[in-house]
């Protein structure tokens, strides 16, 4: 029989996994196998500044939540997430398939760390969170 404590405990080696997600959501764009881009445009420019962003909040989040627990943070990172699946098709970079890949594949595991975290505090109190393992 599987432990099934595995899913219902909030575990520090989940946030630390979130910090090296938004580690890895930082530098994405200059992942190998990048074709390279020569000449630096407004519109890959946008795409840069918009990962840098969501992957220092998605770090800083991970951190938060290593620090002071809070439901919050768990949201946040599943709206960035679901920002980060959805950038593509917002700033208009999809035609490049590889980062395409990249941003859908990191901000789906983004979204899955951020539910199951939120699944495991849903019915914490206020002091049980603030009682978190460092």
Avoid: C
């Avoid at 980060?84 to 970079?93: E, N, R, V």
């Avoid at 019915?123 to 049980?128: P, V």
């Amino acid at each position: 029989m599987s432990d099934s404590r595995f899913f219902s405990t909030h575990r520090p080696w989940e946030d630390w996994f979130g910090m090296l997600l938004g580690a890895l959501i930082v530098v994405s764009p200059w992942f190998p196998l990048q074709p390279e881009h020569d000449v630096m445009t407004a519109e890959r420019s946008v795409m840069i500044l918009n990962t840098f962003v969501v992957g220092m909040l998605v770090f800083g989040l991970a951190q938060l939540e290593y620090v002071a627990l809070q439901r919050w943070e768990e949201v946040a990172e599943i709206a960035l997430g679901l920002w980060l699946i959805a950038s593509p098709l917002i700033f208009g970079y999809s035609g490049d398939e590889f980062l395409r890949i990249w941003h859908a594949a990191l901000g789906g595991v983004v979204v899955l760390v951020g539910a199951l975290q939120l699944w495991q505090d849903w019915r914490l109190s206020d002091q049980e969170l603030a009682k978190h393992p460092q």
